[in-house]
């Protein structure tokens, strides 16, 4: 089973110690009222590890995140099992405005923050 979430702006950064990918659904006057981030952390003892935040609850993503496929514009996040924090969904779609510059942070980050989980699916 899967759960949905859709956003209409995704962003990518980098950081000293950190690699991201924030995703948000914004009110008409700009204010963040959704958001997820997926982050690559680096340095001090955590390279390579990803964590996922949602509205300020976070998870460890290498542990939960078995794999990520990209279509168009969705991000499906597949999970070791299921997540009782997403009520026992086993995998996440994120959807997201097909506009050039989401196009455009998907393209430079996914592959940077999720790395090896990046597995199938087209661009």
Known sequence: MSSSRSYDTVAFDVR????????????A???IQDYLLLMRAE???L????FLEIN???FAGSELISEAQMSGNMLTLAFQGP???????????LVFDDTPENKTAM???????LGAK?????A
């Open 16 to 27: 000293d110690n950190a690699t991201m990918l924030f995703f948000a659904k914004t009110s």
């Open 118 to 122: 990046l597995a199938g699916g087209n």
């Open 56 to 58: 300020e609850q976070q």
């Open 29 to 31: 006057a700009g204010d």
């Open 43 to 45: 340095g001090e003892g």
């Open 47 to 50: 390279d390579g590890e990803i």
């Open 83 to 93: 997540v009782e924090e997403f009520g026992g969904e086993s995998q996440l779609v």
């Open 107 to 113: 393209e430079a980050g996914a592959f940077r923050v």
